[in-house]
């Protein structure tokens, strides 16, 4: 008998209708034969209610209290679920973290699994009952809760899954998959059958927010394959697997915009050795998360170092950077209104003139492109907000990417 | 060092405000020089919120999950808590009923608690922190959730008390204390200074709502004296202790008015062994809670039977005696006005002449008694809804209870 791990994320959960939908879909799995462990998170906004109480007792809270109150949202959804799925006739139980044994380290808000006693869910797979787990959260040896920090529940499924040696984990979400870009903003958009955990990697990171990275660099370590697809429908979805030979042959896979960017650049930065890292680890101390860097040095030994940050991180980012321009005698500008268009692929690898082909379809756009950043497998623009949407679109056509492609 | 052990009902910790409130006089007992243990409810009737839930998923849900939902609630306010009394400046750690062994039976929705590992508890009083467990839950030796039943957060302040061995336990509630009779009713109405476990059953049992009767038993059986206060200020309460001498001084320390009661009277019951037994058992196994009592047999072999329950259970009470009444051949009446005056006191024990002084006063009132039932410390007198308000009254006046009496 196979094992089927699903996990259901806040939205497919957020009512006792969608409680029931999902309870119903895990029976009809159960029914096909298999062994069923759901994972669920938080129902719907719950969690964000539950920061709320938190900032209104304290603008501080502990971490460890944090994650005592944030883990009570997966609770109350995984046993709701059992009552839900024995309503219906079929034997569940459910489990918080603790009662499988999902040990952590202590770091709370973003602890990492240790490990996992299986015992418990075998034992209860094989009274035939489907077992619940808690998504997002976990023990400490001595029995504090953590949680796993941001796509936590995404973790919890892979960790599950890899645990149990499961033939088959699906994340159920309200879209049909992983697109070629955002269909809200490119129409021709189309759905990525099978995509490698390091384009998703890119593709997350670029703010295609159906996986959290941490969660498909889990899947990679324990080679899961983690099948993305739609609560709301039967349909196949996408499958995140391992890179396959086949693959180098797609370029590339998909092609996705970050909105809301600000750039910081700095002017006559000078060129001595830890200097960098004293402008980054000033950044980093004040929790701003750092998107690209730049780093040009001019003949005359000074620098020019340009990085992006969240628009919303703007603020604290210039309190910081004026003081620390300040003390290195340098010039800092601001701008609040950029954008970032990439590419991602696999084929990059292998294949040239992918970034030609993507500048030419800016510039036929009469997008001016304003820093350009690389990986081995992708390739980013910045420019300016206003042209984003239209930007993805060129480049999203210039790749031929809603047009379906053997892999 | 002393330890004092304080407990915060629901309505005390309802809201952000009311839990700052909690905290700060949890701090103050601790800046006197006391280690604290603070015990807490769900917040206001978040509990009822979740029960809600509960019932939109299944009609019947399994008692073990049920238990796994509702834990949830206090988890919420502990951590609030305990991020509240640091935001304060005063260390403080909450504790899941499983964080600190607190081991019960398996009896889900009404488990009793069988241990408690209070090592955790002493470590951190002694690091300096206010403490904040989890009322109303415990777990299984293998790790699930109960919940202790119906004012169960009372029976955790008090297990917790006893196993500590604290020199006080506070139970803070919205009044001052356990008064001679309902204030809103009779406007003489006194606070009461110290009464005996016994006397608190009774008046419990009678609709003083403040502390359950599991509660008050188990206080009983580890002699834990309890301090019943007002949370909104700093007055002395009602001390729950043993029964001393001095007492037995006091003939009647309260009188109450149990409103909302129906009256089913069988008449015509064959006087067999075993009949009542019959008659309630069946009425207990459809979960109907039966008030008082009586039975008197005719010298024709055949009895009167009859008894109360709660207004709100007789049509579901009607289906099962009208049944039964047919498989008995007798016959039933129901009266859906009825309520029920008593007064309660130890001193009754060695004390004479205190039904006729109840009596008397409500014939003076023109009450007619329908009923009578005694227990060693209670006199209760079954009589009209429209006239209950009036006999509680009249009995506490005729028992003096507006004036204070040393004790």
Do not use: W
């Amino acid at each position: 008998m196979s094992i089927v791990v699903m996990k259901f994320g806040g939205s497919s959960v957020a009512d006792a209708d969608r409680i029931r939908k999902a309870a119903l879909r895990a029976i009809k799995t159960r029914k096909a034969g298999h062994q069923v462990v759901m994972v669920v998170s938080a129902m719907g906004d719950s969690t964000d209610g539950l920061v709320d109480l938190a900032r209104q007792v304290s603008s501080s809270p502990s971490k460890r209290e944090m994650d005592q109150l944030l883990v009570t949202g997966e609770q109350v959804t995984i046993s709701l679920m059992a009552m839900a799925m024995e309503a219906m006739g079929q034997p569940a139980i459910s489990f918080t973290a603790g009662q499988i044994g999902m040990i952590t380290d202590d770091v709370h808000t973003k602890a990492r699994i240790k490990s996992i006693d299986v015992r418990r869910i075998h034992e209860q797979l094989d009274a035939g009952k489907v077992v619940i787990v808690a998504g997002f959260q976990g023990v400490t040896k001595e029995g504090a809760y953590t949680t796993l920090g941001r796509g936590g529940s995404n973790v919890t499924l892979v960790a599950i899954a890899a645990a149990l040696k499961a033939d088959v984990c699906e994340n159920y979400t309200d879209v049909d998959g992983i697109f070629t870009a955002d269909p809200r903003i490119v129409p021709t958009a189309r759905k990525i059958d099978r995509v490698s955990y390091d384009e998703m990697l890119e593709l997350a990171s670029l703010g295609a927010n159906v996986l959290h990275n941490r969660a498909v660099e889990f899947a990679k370590k324990y080679n899961v394959p983690i099948h993305v697809r739609n609560s709301n429908n039967e349909k196949k979805g996408t499958m995140i697997v391992a890179e396959s030979h086949g693959m180098e042959r797609i370029v590339v896979s998909g092609a996705a915009l970050k909105d809301k960017l600000a750039r910081i650049t700095l002017r006559n930065v000078p060129d001595r050795p830890g200097t960098a890292a004293k402008i980054f680890h000033t950044i980093a101390t004040h929790n701003i998360v750092v998107d690209d860097i730049i780093q040009i040095v001019a003949p005359n030994r000074v620098a020019t170092v340009a990085f992006t940050v969240d628009l919303a991180d703007l603020a604290d980012a210039r309190k910081v950077v004026d003081k620390l321009s300040r003390e290195l005698g340098c010039t800092a500008t601001y701008e609040d209104h950029m954008a970032k268009v990439s590419v991602v692929g696999v084929g990059m690898r292998v294949h040239t003139g992918v970034a030609e082909r993507m500048f030419a379809a800016l510039a036929k756009a009469k997008i001016n492109i304003q820093n350009i950043t690389t990986s081995e497998i992708k390739i980013s623009c910045l420019i300016d907000r206003a042209q984003g949407k239209t930007a993805l679109k060129v480049v999203h056509d210039a790749f031929k990417l809603g047009k379906r492609n053997k892999r």
